[in-house]
């Protein structure tokens, strides 16, 4: 069956922001999604608020709206554009749940559109739970004893009467398991089932028999109409059962399981898959008993997911190309294997190596938080890596995670007795394969490794081969069969000189191999490689057989996405491969994130999946001999490469390493805004808690301190006391030795203003100005920005436009660049100047039509700016206004102070684009997911010094109606100013009737809590701000968003007044 | 080469190096590969990998060890891979892979780089070659000796002794392997099998009066043994139900006048997309042989075909209750790809 005749335009409804559980995977399979329609000439309109996609680029869809993903703005979108049909499962939880509300309603049929993809009964029989249950009875596929509650009564009563502690709760119908946990006891169960009921839509849990240390076996396979069904992929987590697959360390293919067992669980994979009767890609994972026969199915996602895209990178199928082309009617067995180019998508892949995903998690920014691991996902990203050993790979994957190691060992454990190994083996976070090896290195024994964590013997032993291979290497022999023993598990040879003492006296350069899909048994022609060290170097091969003559450029990748690094810069990548390409170059990615449509292997001419490592970076170097680098499109962990790359002579395209370097080292900064005559907050350079404190007082209050190293806002605090400057350097100390200063500079609370500039040298031109909501001292990036600026004069516009200009020519930026301005009593000072690309390229791309990284591209390449049409300085606004809205993770991260400040906490974010402001500030808090509730409660809690500015906000809210109580502080200033505000007690005064309980209660809709220290969970300030989070409530931590929200909600307008618009007319 | 390398000496003069693996000496044989992710126990065991040296394209084997070692002895050739896991995990694990070869005097080899070994058979074709360890190393000498080496196929193996099935209806006499998912497939639907080897003479299986035939897979060159082609022709006369897998496919072919010939490259893995015109479907199936089926007459008519290279896969056949598949369908209970095929050949019992 070929294409079907009656579809003609389809409905793409994309996955949203990026938070955890639902990231950056979304974009890659939305994007092939996108193109796969496209390809087949259908026409395309796309949902999704996310700016920072790919899949929202103008190339990629007929039709796109960026608009928040509810359910009355998609029939809204369906009334306007009129698709026949709509695809459900390539748009993640989000997309899926979407879909399945609009099939329901009977919305789609009455409105002639079809539903694509997984249909409503094959998503009900996967997602709910009791549904689910039946159908693995009906076709005998065991589960797990549950049951199905919708009250914390009825979940007691079978815990207690029936199946036992301990249990996992998991609600119905959340994405990334939110709101779930496993329950050791009552007083757990009571809170986990309490806050799960709270937080699934339909108020519904499962209640589990807990199976912690099973195997947890995955299969990725997809389906079609006719009913033929492949797994494309078999993965085994090192982490059993009890974590979230996307907190584990997963290897592919699964590796300790007999043909018996793999039969077993593939069979139940196709049964499970016929019965639900999918149509395209579907996870089902599954729970192994490690010494029997015996498993269950923990889990089925009837859609693309983190998993599938995991194992298209793994593999080299593409999983979400061919589910949308069987969405369309295609069947597998009429799809080409776009690797080979001469075999068909009907096929299972075998592979020829091993693959390690290792999660990224955010507790280097959340020094606070839970790092505990459970049923809750709390990864922002992944790396993935390939080698022909697990070692190697484990190792690479190590190294490409970017958490400053190139091996297992973590230092801190290295000081602590043997006996706290051994205890801490029993505590499940996310530094465990840490002391899993360091337990090894200790002696402690694989059994007892085993007992405590039910890591299979099979991971410990590989583990293990690391560990006595670093032993030899202590013991300083580093001969010829040593050395190249640990090459080909993956060291580095600066690991190796660290690790033996000696440098060795051989270096070997790695040779590449293929991903291609079949284990070499056919020909393939797929561009995509990974480094080991063997003689044949397929790579080579390939690059000699085409032969292009084109001169060759690689453009390094960002790596795991993070908080502070994020989709965007794989936006920024991508486009800038496209435009090389565009301009005749061949365009090479180096990157090792599994969930990005840059590692796709038709993105760019060659794909190396690796670490971005210097040595990594010099392997390919030794194979591609590139014309040139690029490295300011791949954020921090490409900038990094630089002075490297630079020291090679390796010519860089675009700004200098010099230049980078004047940007990134204060006194030489210093230097260049005096040659500029632009100000900068004054401040000053510190190495003890005196010298702080004798600098700060001289600044006067309130100062910014942050470490010298440090990048993207980490470690950076804002103090208002003395007090709180002892506690950052004390916090410090612990964290960096002393020969690392700290900078004191003075905090100006003014207007942050934003400006991105492409720059070829000479001329400049500025897409647009963007204010900030929040004032300075909220990093950029968890700050409201709008586009174009509301409030300043044309007389600051200039001065900002003449001083970025400045900037670009005394920094000889070619290509990018990123400033950040703070206007402070009408004066304009510089904060920082990143000349890279930066998280706001992409949304301003969009709005103002301009394609910045296209147009940096061709300046790179030496075309001059005034030539490419853009015309140069400020570009004219278009008439549009945009609001960039963060979006936080903040109810999967346990413990963390939802407090904005200097240092960046949002996973995503959302954008409305209006033709007024207010208008644009409504679509994206909507979109942000607040509820903009019109009547209710607001508790307030500011600092002192934020008392008096919080009167006239709290009378905005009290105009609209809505009660408000503040604790005993804040509400005696605003019951003096004629306010009326109940007194909310704090927890110690009063344990039944407090703030918490306030919230509990329901009565209140907004928070606005604003403290002068935060982070430590215990203070009143931050509970408050947490039970917010827990209840679901909005809650504002900036008077400057609460004041934005009181005006928005002033205006009486809400989503059904906001106009649809479709950013291709733009 | 030192003393405690091993070489893999390909016929064109190809050399691997690595380190001995199983036992010590010299193996010589078809080297072919197998791009099976598990599986490699029943590998080393298939008859049809009798006599071959047999490389695993997937880079780390017997990482579940060895599983119920003593059912079948090992019947490859040689055995080359990347790398032997050294602690196998498996809660049904008897011992190490290494053992079982050392065991099974299998010559083998590794530390080899399989991926460019596959690269190079895939390109040139499945080619004789020799596993060498020890000392004396005579590259040109081991060359001559290969050069003038021809498959000797291994003499007829054993019939299997199947087990009584109680109750059974109906006999099938099964010629070539008999395998333990076989054997519960036939117990499932009551048919009692007679096993016998392949060159048992065609009157003494016909005594038995068999309700139907199973001519299942074997060793190696279907063409090399004629009076095998002449006993299935004499077998078909009784227009007996025919069932063919694999060797059993071919040899059949051949009783029928058709052309067998020698791939340049054989289909072994667990992967191999079958098409089947009849029902639509696609099958995901495994396959373990190195010759094919040609050219097909008017008499029979192709039933699958293999959806990369769109070879023969299976056929039927107009004049004779027969049918036939050069894949292996799947035996073990609950999969429902293409173990229909089975119940097929036993519902033609029926009509018998």
């Known amino acids: ?1066 | 080469m030192n003393e405690n390398q091993t070489v893999l000496l390909l016929a064109d003069g190809t050399e691997f190096f690595g380190k001995p693996m199983g036992a010590a000496g010299k193996a010589v044989g078809t080297v072919v590969f197998h791009t099976g992710m598990v599986g490699y126990q029943e590998n080393l065991v298939s008859p049809s990998n009798s006599g071959l040296l047999l490389a695993q394209t997937f880079p780390l084997i017997g990482n579940y060890g060895v599983i119920d070692g003593k059912s079948a002895p090992v019947r490859a050739g040689g055995y080359i891979v990347r790398e032997i896991c050294a602690s196998p995990s498996n809660y049904r694990c008897e011992g190490k892979l290494e053992d079982f070869l050392r065991d099974g005097q299998v010559v083998g080899i590794c530390g080899v780089d399989t991926r460019r070994l596959t690269r190079h058979i895939r390109e040139k074709g499945e080619m004789t070659g020799m596993i060498f360890s020890g000392s004396g190393y005579d590259r040109e000498a081991l060359l001559e000796e290969l050069s003038g080496w021809h498959p000797v196929f291994a003499p007829e193996m054993q019939a299997a002794r199947p087990a009584e099935v109680p109750g059974a209806k109906k006999t099938a006499a099964v010629l070539g392997e008999f395998t333990p998912g076989m054997q519960a497939l036939f117990a499932r639907r009551q048919v009692q099998p007679a096993c016998f080897g392949w060159d048992t003479p065609a009157e003494e299986i016909l005594r038995l009066k068999p309700d139907g035939l199973l001519l299942s897979d074997g060793i190696g060159d279907p063409t090399a043994f004629p009076g095998r082609v002449k006993q299935v022709q004499a077998l078909l006369e009784q227009e007996l139900p025919v069932f063919g897998i694999g060797l059993g496919h071919q040899l059949l072919a051949l009783a029928k006048g058709m052309e067998v010939c020698r791939m340049k490259c054989g289909h072994r893995g667990a992967n191999q997309p079958v098409y089947c015109p009849v029902d639509g479907r696609t099958y995901i199936t495994a396959q373990n042989h190195g010759f094919v089926v040609k050219s097909v007459h008017d008499g029979g008519e192709i039933r699958f075909e293999n959806a990369n290279d769109h070879t023969v896969e299976g056929l039927s056949y107009r004049d004779i209750p027969a049918f036939s598949v050069q894949f292996l369908p799947d035996t073990m209970p609950g999969t429902q790809s293409t173990s229909y095929l089975y119940d097929e050949f036993f519902g033609l019992l029926g009509e018998g």
């Open chain 1, 1 to 1066: 069956m070929p294409l079907r005749n009656d579809i003609k335009r389809v409905l793409v409804i994309g996955s949203g922001p990026i938070v955890i559980g639902q990231a950056a995977e979304f974009d890659y399979a939305g994007t092939q999604a996108c193109r796969a329609l496209r390809e087949e000439g259908l026409e395309v309109v796309l949902i999704n608020s996310n700016p920072a996609t790919i899949m929202t680029d103008k190339a990629m869809a007929d039709k796109i709206y960026v608009e928040p993903l509810t359910l009355d703005i998609v029939k809204r979108v369906i009334e306007l554009e009129k698709p026949d049909s709509v695809i459900s499962n390539l748009g993640g939880q989000t997309g899926l749940t979407l879909s399945m509300q609009l099939a329901k309603e009977g919305f789609l049929e009455s409105h002639g559109v079809k539903l694509l993809g997984s249909l409503p009964e094959t998503i009900d029989k996967a997602e709910d739970r009791q549904l689910f249950k039946d159908t693995m009875e009906s076709i005998g596929e065991p589960c797990i004893p549950s049951k199905v509650v919708e009250t914390l009564e009825d979940a007691l009563d079978y815990v207690n009467q029936e199946i036992g502690y301990p249990v996992i709760i998991r609600p119905a119908f959340t994405m990334g398991g939110s709101g779930g946990g496993i329950a050791q006891d009552e007083a757990s169960l009571r809170e986990i089932a309490e806050a799960g009921l709270r937080l699934s839509p339909i108020t519904q849990i499962l209640v589990e028999k807990c199976i912690s240390g099973w195997k947890e076996i995955e299969f990725e396979v997809i389906r079609d109409r006719k009913g033929n069904a492949i797994t494309v992929c078999s993965m085994e987590n090192l982490d059993p059962v009890g974590i979230h697959t996307g907190d584990s360390i997963v290897v592919a293919p699964a590796v300790t399981l007999s043909p018996d067992e793999y039969g077993m669980l593939r069979t139940a994979a196709l049964n499970i898959v016929h019965a639900l009767g999918v149509e395209g890609g579907c996870n089902c994972q599954f729970a192994l008993h490690p010494e029997s026969r015996e498993y269950a199915v923990i889990e089925v996602n009837p859609r693309v997911s983190r998993s599938s895209a995991l194992a298209s990178k793994a593999t080299g199928y593409p999983i979400a190309k061919v589910a949308s082309k069987i969405a369309i009617g295609y069947t597998l067995d009429e799809i080409i294997n776009a690797v080979t180019g001469t075999t068909y998508a009907c096929f299972e892949p075998a592979i020829d190596y091993f693959v390690v995903k290792f999660p990224r998690w955010p507790f280097d920014k959340f020094v606070y938080a839970k790092r505990t691991l459970g049923t809750q996902m709390k990864a922002t990203g992944e790396v993935m890596s390939i080698g022909t050993s697990f070692e190697q790979a484990m190792i690479k994957a190590i190294r490409g995670a970017e958490l400053k190691l190139d091996t297992l060992n973590l230092p801190k454990l290295a000081e602590k007795p043997d006996d706290e190994i051994d205890s801490l083996l029993s505590d499940v976070d996310d530094e465990r394969i840490f002391v899993v090896f360091e337990a090894l290195k200790r002696g402690i024994p694989i059994e007892r490794i085993h007992e405590a964590t039910m890591i299979d013997e099979w991971f410990l032993s590989k583990l293990n081969n690391l560990v006595e291979l670093e032993r030899e290497l202590a013991s300083g022999r580093l001969d010829e069969e040593l050395y190249f023993r640990a090459k080909n598990w993956g060291y580095l040879d600066s690991t190796l000189e660290r690790l033996s003492g000696k440098k060795p006296e051989w270096h070997r350069s790695a040779a590449f191999k293929m991903v291609d899909t079949c284990a070499a048994e056919h020909a393939a022609q797929t561009p995509y490689f990974y480094s080991t060290f063997d003689e044949e170097n397929e790579a080579a091969e390939f690059i000699a057989a085409q032969n292009s003559g084109k001169k060759k450029v690689i453009v390094f990748g960002a790596g795991p996405i993070r908080i502070g690094q994020g989709i965007e810069f794989d936006y920024c990548c991508v486009h800038c491969v496209w435009a090389l390409k565009e301009h005749g170059y061949e365009a090479v990615i180096v990157n090792n994130n599994p969930e990005t449509v840059s590692t796709d292997f038709d993105t760019g001419d060659r794909l190396y999946f690796d670490p971005l490592t210097f040595e990594d970076v010099q392997n390919i170097l030794d194979t591609e001999k590139p014309d040139a680098c690029v490295v300011q499109f791949g954020g921090q962990t490409a900038i990094k490469l630089t002075r490297y790359l630079d020291q090679i002579g390796m010519p860089i395209l675009g700004t200098s390493a010099d230049s980078i370097d004047a940007a990134e080292d204060r006194e030489r900064f210093d230097q260049v805004l005096e040659n500029c005559g632009i100000p900068r907050p004054e401040g000053d350079t510190v190495f003890t808690p005196e010298e702080a404190l004798a600098v700060a007082n001289r600044l006067g209050y309130p100062v910014l301190l942050r470490p010298s190293y440090v990048l993207g806002g980490q470690n950076m605090i804002i103090a208002y006391t003395d007090h709180d400057v002892v506690e950052y350097m004390g916090i410090i100390a612990g964290q960096q030795n002393n020969e690392n200063p700290v900078l004191i500079d003075k905090y100006l609370m003014g207007t942050e203003v934003e400006v991105d500039a492409i720059c070829d040298g000479t001329d400049y031109l500025i897409p647009g100005i963007m204010e900030h909501i929040e004032r300075a001292g909220v990093h950029s990036g968890d700050s409201i920005s709008v586009y174009p600026a509301q409030n300043l004069s044309q007389q600051l516009m200039a001065r900002i436009v003449d001083y970025t200009g400045r900037l670009a020519r005394e920094l000889k930026v070619v290509g990018l660049m990123n400033v950040q301005y703070v206007v402070y009593n009408n004066e304009i000072y510089v904060i920082e100047v990143n000349p890279r690309s930066s998280r706001t390229v992409p949304y301003i791309s969009k709005v103002t039509n301009v394609p910045m990284v296209d147009l940096a591209t061709r300046v790179m390449l030496g075309e001059r700016l005034r030539d490419l049409g853009y015309g140069i300085g400020l570009y004219p606004h278009g008439g549009h206004v945009a609001v960039k809205v963060p979006i936080f993770s903040f109810e999967k991260l346990h413990d963390v102070d939802t407090q904005l400040g200097p240092e960046m906490k949002s996973t995503g974010e959302v954008l409305g684009i209006a033709k007024t402001f207010e208008e644009a500030l409504l679509k994206g808090l909507i979109a942000s997911g607040s509820s903009l509730k019109s009547s209710g409660g607001v508790l307030i809690t500011v600092r002192d010094s934020e008392k008096q500015e919080v009167i006239q906000i709290a009378e905005k809210f009290e105009e609209l109606g809505f009660d408000l109580y503040a604790t005993s502080g804040t509400a005696n200033v605003l019951n003096s100013n004629m306010i009326a505000t109940s007194v909310v007690r704090k927890v110690s005064e009063d344990p039944d009737n407090n703030f918490l309980t306030l919230l509990d209660s329901g009565k209140v809709d907004y928070v606005i809590s604003t403290s002068p220290n935060g982070r430590i969970p215990a203070r009143d300030s931050v509970k408050i701000r947490r039970k917010a989070v827990e209840r679901g409530l909005t809650c504002l931590t900036s008077l400057d968003t609460a004041n934005a929200v009181a005006e928005i909600l002033a205006t009486h307008k809400n989503a059904k007044d906001i106009t649809l618009i479709d950013i291709t007319k733009i």
